[in-house]
């Protein structure tokens, strides 16, 4: 039973937008802090921003000023507004709690910026 699930991502050229979606099982978003975290091809998966359960967010220093998390805790939904995306933004994205739990990685979703 899949806990999260991701969508929202696509292609867009640099300087665009995209806003990003994960629902998650009632358990896990109620629990937890969440977070997103990317993966470009070849690196490892890194976490890019993070939202406490009360709302206190938290940004990797290159999507600051660009990216913004929120959380709907009635729709247990995580977002990720990404905004003037660069081509090295291009990487999977997956949401999880932070930290991670590795049973709770979902298929992820991809971004793609074109220069």
């Known amino acids: 039973q899949a806990q999260l699930v991701e969508s929202g991502g696509g292609r867009v050229q640099a300087g665009g937008s995209l806003r990003l979606s994960c629902a998650a099982s009632?358990?896990?978003?109620?629990?937890?802090?969440m977070g997103w975290y990317w993966q470009a091809p070849g690196k490892q998966r890194v976490l890019v921003a993070s939202i406490t359960r009360g709302g206190d967010t938290k940004y990797a220093d290159s999507v600051k000023g660009r990216f913004t998390i929120s959380r709907d805790n009635a729709r247990n939904t995580v977002y990720l507004q990404m905004n003037n995306l660069e081509p090295e933004d291009a990487a999977v994205y997956y949401c999880?709690?932070?930290?991670?739990?590795?049973?709770?990685w979902g298929q992820g979703t991809q971004v793609t910026v074109s220069s």
């Open positions: 009632n358990y896990v978003f109620q629990n937890n802090a």
């Open positions: 999880n709690t932070v930290p991670s739990v590795r049973n709770y």
